[in-house]
């Protein structure tokens, strides 16, 4: 029986790699606290710890604050795909983080997310280590992912990364797929590698495809927090993509994270999104998700008063935006943060006041 509560907590898995080499479990990306192991067990394990679960729990406190201000959560979404009438209701949704392979090192991510992280992170040190990629351990987690999950009945694969078109992790996985006219793939992606002939084959048989590109931005403030892609590159491939009339199952996603500087240019997302990449090459609707930048030096509790004052006077009060910032609490020490950007973009030859020139003022 599917949680009826929210069906990530009985029918999702989200899987990622942990240091030691294991596979840690949680019902969602957004889930606070520790999972279980994947192992033999994994079923009774999560019976005990995610199913039973019949309201909010700090575990699941990332949703409640969306859904507080009227923001659609993943709790919401996930009766998108499993309701009450599904004719089964064991149906299965995966979201994938295997490895950390990645071309960017965007300023709101760190090396446990990125190769690239730790590599700039190993050359501002001046430390030269050799980054291998074990392929052997790639391929064995997707056999024991496979021997421990029952995925007779998958229904939804959401890969992550690094960035998941990086590398070749995922066709690894989708080619294992024995029901792929019933799954949906989706790909949480940086945009910056336009899928080649081999990808594009292997999607034709699943029943949707989601391309769902992170655009924090457009142009200057997407250059500089998705470091070191260009927004020139990025842009051209989601256009091409949706002018390719070969692909007849992929549908966009744009996904925003808001930090307390890129907040204040969202409308320009909007604008060129409405111009460019407002549905499919089929008429789909292009949906545009915002997440809040969590915790750390980029967090929008860090937003001083004059940037609130000025989002407050620019958005109307019902706009997404408006509503994200209005409660917030007072804004914290933004000291590691100008740390952070003292170090970094002198590193980088960036300026986040060239980027966000609007904003100088208030910081």
């Known amino acids: 029986m599917a949680n009826q509560f929210c069906r990530y907590l009985s029918n999702g898995y989200t899987l990622n790699i942990t240091k030691n080499n294991l596979i840690n479990v949680t019902p969602c990306c957004l889930y606070i606290g520790n999972g279980i192991t994947l192992d033999s067990q994994l079923l009774e394990n999560r019976k005990i710890i995610f199913d039973s679960v019949t309201g909010w729990t700090n575990n699941c406190s990332n949703c409640k604050d969306m859904e507080d201000i009227g923001i659609g959560s993943l709790r919401t979404a996930s009766f998108d795909w499993i309701d009450n009438n599904e004719h089964f209701q064991d149906a299965i949704s995966l979201d994938i983080h295997l490895d950390n392979e990645c071309n960017a090192a965007c300023v709101i991510c760190s090396e446990n997310c990125s190769s690239l992280w730790k590599k700039e992170n190993l050359k501002l040190h001046n430390k030269k280590i050799k980054i291998i990629k074990n392929e052997n351990s790639i391929d064995e987690q997707i056999e024991r992912v496979f021997d421990l999950i029952p995925l007779r009945k998958l229904k939804y694969v959401k890969f992550f990364g690094g ?27 940086n945009g910056s590698i336009y899928p080649n002939k081999e990808v594009l084959s292997a999607w034709e048989p699943f029943k949707v495809v989601i391309f769902a590109a992170s655009l924090d931005g457009i142009e200057d403030q997407f250059n500089y927090v998705r470091w070191p892609l260009p927004w020139n590159k990025v ?13 007849v199952n992929l549908m966009f996603r744009i996904e ?30 292009t949906e545009l998700e915002l997440h809040r930048c969590w915790g750390g030096i980029w967090d929008l509790e860090k937003m001083p008063w004059g940037i609130r004052e000025q989002i407050m006077k620019k958005y109307p009060p019902h706009h997404v935006i408006y509503r994200l910032i209005e409660n917030l609490p007072e804004p914290t020490s933004l000291d590691p943060w100008r740390k952070f950007v003292e170090l970094w973009d002198n590193h980088r030859g960036n300026s986040w006041q060239k980027s966000f020139p609007d904003l100088v003022s208030y910081v």
């Not at 930090?259 to 789909?284: C, K």
């Open 256 to 285: 925003f994270t808001a930090n307390f500087l890129n907040s204040y240019y969202y409308d320009r997302l909007e604008n060129w999104m409405a111009e460019n990449l407002s549905t499919n090459n089929a008429g789909d609707k």
């Open 163 to 189: 960035e998941p078109l990086f590398t070749d992790t995922h066709l690894k996985f989708i080619q294992r797929i024995t029901n792929p006219g019933q799954v949906t793939l989706h790909y949480t992606t």
């Open 235 to 247: 842009s051209k491939n989601l256009i091409r993509l949706r002018e390719n009339k070969d692909i």
